[in-house]
Nanobody
Framework: QVQLVESGGGLVQAGGSLRLSCAAS????????MGWFRQAPGKERELVAT????????VYADSVEGRFAISRDNAKNTMLLQMNSLIPEDTAVYHC???????????????????WGQGTQVTVSS
């Protein structure tokens, strides 16, 4: 089992920045990828960014490329998401997720992740 707890959401004006943090505990040594997903009202949950826990390989959604930066600290079992140049379309509940399955390729779909945090709200005002 892996437990995930997010923090760092909030309300920010367009153009501002926020940093999200995800603290992992439990069998973290079994993780292959950790990712950030978001879900806006009435929309499907979508991948924001994911990082290989062992390899450091990173994939971003096109919508956040160049504005967001994902990173990890294996020693602290923590994953971060630095979000810059925020726009109202970034408003959503952001979830941290982890997979303990060694998928072929980079896991991008919610169904490919085994563990989820409770989510943290990010609201960007115009």
């Amino acid at each position: 089992q892996v437990q995930l707890v997010e923090s760092g959401g909030g309300l920010v004006q367009a153009g501002g920045s926020l940093r999200l943090s995800c603290a992992a505990s439990g069998r973290t040594f079994s993780m292959y990828f950790m990712g950030w997903f978001r879900q806006a009202p009435g929309k499907e949950r979508e991948l924001v960014a994911t990082i290989g826990w062992r390899t450091g390989r990173i994939v971003y959604a096109d919508s956040v490329e160049g504005r967001f930066a994902i990173s990890r600290d294996n020693a602290k079992n923590t994953m971060l998401l630095q979000m810059n140049s925020l726009i109202p379309e970034d408003t959503a509940v952001y979830h941290c997720a982890a997979t303990v399955t060694n998928w072929t390729g980079v896991p991008r779909r919610p169904g490919e992740y085994d563990y989820w945090g409770q989510g943290t709200q990010v609201t960007v005002s115009s």
